[in-house]
């Protein structure tokens, strides 16, 4: 029986960025990466000036603070702190008021984190997506927090002194907005600690992405691996993650499984920690081979994701599991290259990886599901699409796309988690039609972290000039398939929330290209689809 004590603190944001900047907040590898964009950072803080609620910030004491080698810290700092606490949730809410505090930018694990500035126009009191629509709210910060003595004369000297004592006034209510911090502290940390952290934050995570056994393992369980075999996981998976932000599950699952692990004995706790053993005893040069295999075909499918498709990251996947079998094929073929594919490899990979991707096919029974792919895949001298549906069918799992599919994603917010796939998948036909992102470069020459999602009819528009009865209806309408589109960072902030009839002039050849196939994912969605194959 595990025994976790749970503390209840209320804090002011002043006071608890405080302590994350002293960097004992730490990101526990199960958690995904900062996806929130400056939509969401607007809206948190709108709602702490208005005092509206904002959930709660869950964190993790553990005995051992080693216990997760994995892990990233919230922000780097120059020294490492003597305690750590783990965030189980509270990720993106705390890393967009960082943002907020350090000038929209900061520093996580050597990585670059930063977003458009938020800025405040006191004439007509709204926030903009844009450092030129308003003053920057990290300026008011730096001033009325940090007490930058610069910046609060420049302030005085170009600002009405009613306007100032607004905006200091609204600066307060962000500092002195109170949070409750829950904190679970354990002192003897074992297997049942581990799933009790992973109920946790299943139980938490209303929007999230659901975690399961392997990845809270992965996560926790990586302090049983030592040594040469512990530093090899490290290399091969930050060097993939700083190309593609890939998470580590899907990195264990494939490495293990070509030491000749099936999923269901890397999957389950005591087997994990038995062969955890058994991979350390392996000759050094054999399991150094196999390393260097898995990381050169792991950088092949990334390579062909973003060939293909014009994926360049993992936040643009629903599920990151598919990667696995392709990276399979990739390895029992000893492909050195995507030039060395045919052309009906490359339809079927394709075709296939939309597909279940879509349809979500490994969302349950992962392991049996992965273990019979994998072995078709082994066994087969050409990417098995037609044994792989065969699969699929047996699961009585869907193997078409159909319009009524996609269909529903006009009554989804394709923003949260449930929108996920739809979203994934406009973003597959736009590349494939050549949209561009309004600033004439194709969107498949674009770093994902340079898009936006844009909102055909913006959002405060609609805000304005739709009364649906319940909150959750209306976000449905903002947010559905049919008013969201790709285009870049720099173009969405300068159009704001301008509406259609006053901004689709100066971008009218790009919108036109991507409009139609706005249009077209439902007026002729099954000639787009038939040109993937997957209808």
């Not at 005085?156 to 006034?169: R, S, V």
């Not at 269901?264 to 399991?287: A, G, L, P, W």
């Not at 409009?515 to 007026?523: D, E, H, N, V």
């Amino acid at each position: 029986m595990t025994t976790i004590t749970i503390d209840v603190k209320n804090k002011t944001i002043q006071t608890l960025i405080e302590e994350v900047k002293s960097g004992k907040f730490v990101l526990p590898s199960f958690q995904r990466q900062y996806v929130w964009d400056e939509d969401d950072i607007r809206n948190l803080i709108d709602s702490l000036i208005n005092h509206y609620p904002i959930g709660t910030i869950i964190l993790w004491k553990p005995s051992n603070v080693d216990i997760d080698p994995f892990s990233k810290p919230l922000i780097d700092v120059k020294q490492k702190p003597c305690e750590i606490f783990y965030v189980i949730d509270g990720q993106q809410r705390l890393t967009s008021l960082l943002l907020l505090f350090h000038g929209w930018k900061i520093s996580r694990d050597g990585e670059e984190i930063k977003c458009v500035p938020i800025s405040y126009n006191p004439t007509n009191k709204k926030f903009y997506k844009s450092a030129s629509r308003g003053i920057d709210l990290s300026k008011l910060v730096k001033a009325f927090c940090l007490q930058d003595i610069n910046t609060l004369t420049e302030l005085a000297q170009n600002t009405p002194k009613e306007q100032l004592e607004e905006m200091k006034e609204m600066i307060r209510r962000i500092l002195d907005y109170t949070i409750p911090i829950y904190i679970m502290e354990t002192y003897d940390e074992n297997e049942d600690t581990f799933r009790s952290m992973a109920e946790a934050f299943i139980r938490i995570n209303k929007y999230g992405v659901r975690i399961g056994n392997l990845e809270l393992m992965l996560s926790f369980l990586a302090g049983a691996i030592s040594g040469e075999l512990k530093k090899k996981i490290r290399d091969l998976y930050e060097g993939l993650y700083d190309k593609f932000e890939i998470d580590l599950q899907p990195v264990i699952r494939f490495t293990f499984s070509n030491f000749g692990l099936k999923q269901t004995q890397i999957s389950k706790v005591k087997q994990f920690r038995r062969n955890i053993n058994k991979i350390s005893e392996h000759d050094e040069k054999e399991m150094r081979k196999i390393f260097n295999k898995c990381d050169k075909v792991m950088n092949l499918t990334i390579e062909f994701l973003e060939k293909e498709l014009g994926i360049t990251n993992s936040r643009l996947l629903p599920s990151q599991t598919p990667l696995i079998p392709i990276s399979a094929y990739f390895y029992y073929k000893n492909i050195n290259s995507i030039d060395e594919l045919d052309s009906a490899d490359i339809k079927n990979i394709v075709n296939w990886f939309v597909l279940v991707s879509f349809n979500g096919y490994y969302s349950s029974h992962t392991d049996t599901k992965l273990d019979k792919d994998l072995e078709v895949i082994r066994e087969s001298a050409y990417f098995p699409w037609d044994k792989l549906l065969e699969n699929m069918q047996n699961r009585k799992a869907k193997v078409k796309i159909t319009l009524n599919d996609i269909k529903k994603g006009l009554f989804l917010n394709v923003l949260r988690l449930q929108g996920r796939s739809h979203l994934f998948l406009l973003y597959i036909i736009l590349v494939k039609k050549g949209a561009d992102d309004w600033n004439g470069v194709l969107l498949s020459r674009r770093k994902f972290g340079e898009l936006a999602k844009h909102h055909i009819f913006p959002k405060e528009y609609l805000e304005q000039n739709l009364n649906p009865e319940d909150q959750d209806t209306k976000e449905i309408l903002i947010n559905n398939i049919a008013n969201i589109t790709f285009i870049h960072k720099d173009i969405n902030s300068e159009i704001e929330d301008d509406p259609p009839y006053e901004y689709l002039n100066d971008y009218i050849d790009s919108a036109k290209n991507t409009l139609y196939q706005q249009i077209a994912i439902f007026g002729g969605l099954n000639n787009i689809l038939l040109s993937l194959n997957i209808v």
